[in-house]
């Protein structure tokens, strides 16, 4: 594993919540350039699969060699290069232990909406990076990441009869919501 402190920071409390709940089928928004996704590959049980959604070809492209060079089984892994939405609405409904977001994407309340959906309960979705880079818990940065990810985290508490959530602080944050 990775052992630089920004590895940890990044992969470290995704995997272990995949360890922690025994994932079989996982869900990444931002495959980037599949780092995130081998770490995931260490904390799923030997069976499972984690589905991971990019937008970007050249990301799909890149996190393709990674998962070769890492001899990772071609089952375990299902690499789409499209519209995350897109993707999540065709999902079926609890079907996913694990949806991990990375992505600084702008439609994050649609993306937990979805997320909700296709967890089965007592799954968990992981928000990474969920400070933007210290800009979250600034009120003065009102750029859409910052704005998405703070309405994100007050949507999540105000549901707090669907979600059961924690934020953990180290590094650039991850929240994590278990559905109730």
Same mark, same amino acid.
Do not use: F
């Given at each position: 594993r990775d052992? /630089? $402190?920004? %590895? $940890?920071?990044?992969?470290? #409390?995704?995997?272990?919540l995949a360890e922690l709940i025994s994932a079989q089928a996982i869900f990444e928004v931002g495959t980037g350039s599949g780092v995130g996704t081998l770490? +995931?590959?260490?904390?799923?049980? /030997?069976? %499972?699969?984690?589905?991971?959604?990019?937008e970007?070809?050249?990301?799909?492209?890149?996190?393709? !060699?990674?998962? #070769? @060079?890492?001899?990772?089984?071609?089952?375990?892994?299902r690499l789409i290069t499209n519209a995350p939405l897109e993707v999540m609405r065709k999902l079926a409904d609890r079907a996913y232990d #694990?949806? $991990?977001?990375?992505?600084?994407?702008?439609?994050? +309340?649609?993306?937990? @909406? !979805?997320?909700?959906r296709i967890l089965r309960t007592g799954g968990v979705m992981a928000i990474d990076r969920y400070f %933007? %880079?210290?800009?979250?818990?600034?009120?003065?940065?009102?750029? !859409?990441?910052? $704005?998405? +990810?703070?309405?994100a985290g007050k949507a999540l508490k105000m549901n707090s009869e669907i979600w059961s959530i924690s934020l953990n602080p180290i590094g650039d944050g991850v929240l994590a919501a278990t559905k109730l």
């Open positions: 052992s /630089s $402190v920004t %590895g $940890v920071q990044t992969c470290a #409390l995704p995997i272990y770490w +995931l590959t260490k904390g799923m049980i /030997s069976s %499972g699969v984690i589905t991971t959604i990019d970007e070809v050249q990301h799909t492209q890149i996190a393709k !060699e990674a998962i #070769l @060079d890492a001899d990772i089984q071609p089952s375990n892994i #694990l949806v $991990v977001i990375r992505s600084n994407s702008e439609d994050i +309340l649609d993306l937990i @909406d !979805e997320s909700h %933007g %880079g210290g800009k979250v818990n600034d009120p003065a940065q009102r750029d !859409e990441k910052s $704005v998405a +990810l703070r309405d």
